[in-house]
């Protein structure tokens, strides 16, 4: 699709200068804007590349006033950062607005659909299974017996929901993420050998979730696991039987989160960080990466390091000394002598 | 399903107090328990729950006294744990008793399939293929080439299972989980640049074996990646070419065990573990989440902790004093004044 | 297939002692060689096994003299170890040697597939796609829109590509691995609550990468995340929006590269390794396993350890001293005492 400079800036309300009738095809990073492409600059660093860059658009703040002559067409707005924020929105809403129902496609003669969704080919949709409205189903996607998937909801290619499963509205999961799978939990001490404690309960995520890559969240062995409204996980995440992650908590890549654990709202954690099984977390807590957290967390917004985790600041100082340790023997050593 | 409490206490065993005629069609936690739900007292902690609970049904101890009123009906067992824990068994088997192949699915001419299985649609059996009696294959499943799957196994939805893999019996594999995929095994040094290796060993996994959701199993270089009986895997794990993992061993969510080690039978691996190449593990070890083992462990029974891993008992006192480093340092200073 | 010593010793250049009609179907260690099989000798360690193995037939260096009686056939080569490695890709490639599109896969309309390619079941290609020539799509793929994979490339079952994505020649990637799913980044000081940004970027894989199961690569924000020529990466690893990893570098297990961090060529990552966002990592850096690097790593061809990481030296030292904290301080009690 192509769209004029007179077009983007009626969409944004912004000012032209130059030539209006250029028109642009894709969006690009103004140090690497090739013609037929739309560019911002926000950022004074930049400012350098307006201009030599080769992109026929560039969106700039109001208040920019250039040095030299630049060959792009101009489109002043209050906020270039933000105008652009909107284009890259509204491109990927058109990439992404599939529907259909492909006859590749499973659905159980049991399952409702709701209206306007899309459904590509290989993909299957079990027992009783509740599809609302505007649903987007990428091929290869599985949806077991009884899940309940909200309007407007997004699974990637590939998803595997097992049966169950509640899903909110407006989430998005992507492709090779497992929500349902069983919890890791067994009765070694059963005198018929290992035996595998069976787990009945479910998955239920909340509304405006998202969901990275290849993650795998477990249902509870009873009652639920739940992800409240506005998480946000990054790929590869763990999650176990009966963990309850609080509203718009921020996960990032390979963290784990074992049995029962309690995290509160709007913490952040980096990435490969762990927490062990049965404790509670405090709402605003921040762990750094690779930290290991083996004891509940009390007292809100703290920032903690390590692993087993401790105050981030105290972690910082310890970290210092640790890597002078050889010196610090040496002290000893030099004081022990006399 | 509808079941009463008639029929519920004559499958436990168990003697009825209050209507027989009550009926559930589902199980809950005491403290969440709705009306129609069947529910357990064990932990004395909980005893409070049962005089308010809405659950239809509660199964408890034969000791139990009540010190109140009750309006649920209860089920008097010898052990309410494992008589609820049977339930849940029973419950489990009814909900995944799924059989019959479907039309879309895929078996190949040469591929040979056992009794009673249920292939779910898009689901693909390879050639010369070998899968048992009673095996489930869940919807999107790959089985390749010369793959044999034992009696009883379950491939939930979306497993990939590479070509020549060998499972056992009673075996239980979670979706998005990949079996046999190559070794990370390059020659750098040849001439014609990085050139890898050929993988064309296989993977083994014994009967009763559980593997969790996403996880990788590499197939060895020559020989066998070997998966021994009754080993159980939580999410997420990576286990490289020529592993061997010993009888009975648990290893949970996000465990790395890198090419050629030996793990012995009954170890217990926490979280996030990781163990380098070519090392010997002996029996029931135990290692603490997170930790990192560089060198073979000989005794067997110890604990490990640590990155790398040493005697847990003495990481944790080491631990201790390296989060008061700053306050060692301040006590090496003052004695450096005096 | 069956092939006798004969063949096979013309294929290697080798020649043979003993009875050249002996026919093999399988390759084998010479430990574990069983009736049927070749195997090789070249580690003196293993000569002992030459003597009474059950294979049929041994490869051995030229120079290689007996001392007793041998009862399999010997085909003596320049060097026994990259014969054998010869055979092992030869047998891997009739194995991989797939071929066929399946009427049971899916092609869009406007994509475009070069010669000899090998579409399997339930795999679907998107539109505008290019697939080129002697490319192999196992069963369950999934090629979104406008993706490009260049030819004699594999993709192994279940392999998820999103829209945009530009693979190369030559490339190899592992069941489960999602590449283009979208970055982890938020604007969650938007006055509407947690936004999403955007992700229109795309993922560029060049010629001769493999990738092994279950990872995630996302796409830039804007641009392209990049992996550079030759790379090579094991399971379960996560590289993050608009990352760079340079030519020849190998990433070990559960690696975890966050949004924009740049890395040079020849670098080797151990497993468990995580890099934080906005970084330079020089070419030919070696990092052990679990360590963490939180910032930018300017000298080339060092070796770093810990989390935050540092020298890998320095760290085996101080990691020695931490061991006996214990000690150190009885040390300075003792001092203190005086």
Avoid at 133 to 156: M, R
Avoid at 180 to 186: I, K
């Amino acid at each position: 699709m192509q769209f004029s400079a007179q077009q983007i800036a009626g969409l944004l309300n912004g000012k032209i200068e130059g030539d209006a009738a250029v028109t642009v095809s894709k969006l690009s990073k103004i140090e690497e804007g090739e013609t037929g492409s739309i560019s911002f600059l926000s950022n004074p660093l930049y400012t350098q590349y307006i201009y030599n860059t080769n992109a026929s658009i560039v969106i700039v703040n109001d208040s920019f006033i250039a040095t030299a002559p630049i060959s792009a067409t101009l489109i002043r707005v209050e906020s270039a950062q933000s105008a652009f924020g909107k284009l890259l929105e509204m491109y990927n809403q058109v990439k992404l607005n599939k529907v259909g129902i492909s006859k590749l496609g499973f659905i159980s003669e049991t399952a409702s659909v709701g209206k306007d969704i899309y459904l590509g080919e290989f993909a299957f949709i079990g027992e009783n299974a509740k599809i609302g409205d505007n649903v987007k189903i990428y091929p290869q996607v599985y949806i077991g017996d009884n899940a309940v998937i909200g309007n407007n909801t997004t699974l990637f290619a590939g998803v595997k929901i097992y049966s169950e499963t509640i899903i909110g509205k407006d989430c998005i999961i992507h492709s090779g993420t497992v929500i349902g799978s069983d919890g890791f939990r067994f009765a070694p001490e059963n005198e018929e050998g290992n035996r595998k404690i069976a787990q009945i309960g479910n998955v239920i995520i909340e509304d405006d979730v998202e969901i990275g890559a290849n993650c795998a969240i477990d249902r509870a062995t009873l009652g639920s696991t739940i992800l409240r409204k506005g998480v946000k996980f990054d790929n590869l995440i763990h999650i176990a039987h009966n963990v309850e992650v609080g509203e718009n908590s921020y996960l990032a890549a390979c963290n784990v989160v074992a049995g029962s654990t309690k995290i509160g709202k709007n913490c952040m954690f980096s990435g490969q960080v762990g927490v062990v099984g049965h404790l509670q977390i405090a709402d605003n807590t921040i762990l750094t990466a690779q930290s290991g957290v083996s004891k509940s967390i009390n007292k809100k917004g703290e920032v903690y390091s390590g692993s087993p985790a401790f105050e981030a600041g105290k972690y910082r100082k310890a970290f210092v000394h640790f890597r002078n340790l050889e010196g610090i023997v040496q002290r000893i050593t030099q004081l022990e002598k006399k």
